[in-house]
């Protein structure tokens, strides 16, 4: 346990459903699971520079449901994803043509929780011709739909991307829209659809205004995210804001539900995730590689732990 790990007694369990980790660390892994993080939802996305072949994104997809999941459980943290191409490589088509030749193969294995994430950049042409296809992929499969909303014309990016899933005939109640503001969500929640917040560091949704958020418009289909990646962010985003509910005197059970309840609520749905996953996970074992590779580094000493162990004084916010 890190040096500012919270005591085994007080420890409470979230969910982080949308970070980076293949950009993250194993102190970062370390860190969330000292702060009760249990699970994490990593989404498919963009790795800061176009991808320029097939077998760049094949290889990114295998690590998302092969070594991350195996890296992720070494420390005690259950990994799920999403697949699907992000709306700034969608404007490379050919590439991109490609890319959906892929997608039904990912999207069937285990643990892959949405098609995601999916939606607009720069709301080009492009752009909307990919998100159409994979919304029409994800009625196929029958599986969740994760969105990513602009980071500019935010608000008319949102609402397109919810006209697009109405034009669909996607039930809301099986899309996520995230990265949210005060200028998107109430539209959201009034669509049905589930609003998602990513907890960002001086951009985005700051937890100060999360906090604001939750007392205005309550707790029903609204749950946080870090979304952190190899930018400037913070891997703990969602047990800081889940903390700082508290101190601004909202209610244990608001911070229960919007940081772990309903993302459980939401991603629960895909069938590939579900909280006895975690209750009951297997032992930690970190003599274990995976395709011939260890976690460990520098003759450290293996970590060799029933989960139970830790679990047992665990408790969701109450």
């Not at 660390?25 to 800061?48: N, Q, S």
């Not at 749905?269 to 003599?287: F, H, K, T, V, Y």
Request: glycine residues 6%.
């Amino acid at each position: 346990m890190s040096e500012n790990a919270t005591p085994r007694d007080e420890r409470t369990m979230y969910i982080d459903p949308h970070v980076h980790m293949v950009s993250r660390t194993t102190d970062d892994y370390e860190a969330m699971r000292d702060a009760g993080v249990v699970a994490v939802i990593e989404p498919a996305f963009w790795l800061g520079q176009p991808r320029t072949n097939i077998g760049a994104f094949q290889h990114y997809f295998n690590m998302l449901v092969g070594w991350e999941r195996f890296r992720a459980a070494q420390f005690g943290i259950r990994h799920y994803c999403t697949i699907g191409l992000n709306a700034k490589e969608a404007n490379n088509e050919p590439l991109a043509e490609e890319v959906m030749d892929l997608l039904p193969l990912y999207a069937a294995k285990e643990g892959v929780v949405a098609i995601g994430e999916i939606g607009y950049d720069d709301m080009t042409d492009a752009e909307e011709r990919f998100f159409h296809e994979q919304l029409d992929l994800a009625k196929e499969l029958d599986m969740l739909v994760l969105v990513h909303t602009p980071h500019r014309n935010k608000k008319e990016g949102t609402s397109r991307s919810m006209d697009l899933c109405e034009e669909h005939n996607l039930d809301p109640t099986r899309v996520i829209i995230d990265h949210n503001n005060e200028e998107t969500v109430e539209e959201v929640l009034d669509r049905g659809f589930w609003a998602a917040f990513t907890i960002y560091p001086e951009t985005k949704m700051g937890n100060e205004r999360m906090v604001e958020i939750v007392r205005e418009y309550g707790t029903e289909r609204i749950f946080v995210d870090s979304a952190a990646d190899w930018g400037v962010s913070d891997p703990l985003g969602v047990p800081k804001t889940a903390q700082l509910m508290l101190e601004r005197g909202l209610p244990k059970e608001a911070a229960r539900t919007v940081c772990y309840d309903n993302p459980l609520a939401a991603y629960g749905q895909s069938g590939q995730i579900a909280e006895e996953d975690w209750l009951n996970p297997p032992a930690i074992d970190q003599r274990q590689v995976y395709s011939g590779n260890s976690v460990l580094r520098g003759g450290r000493d293996p970590v060799v732990e029933d989960p139970a162990d830790r679990r047992k004084d665990s408790i969701i916010i109450e």
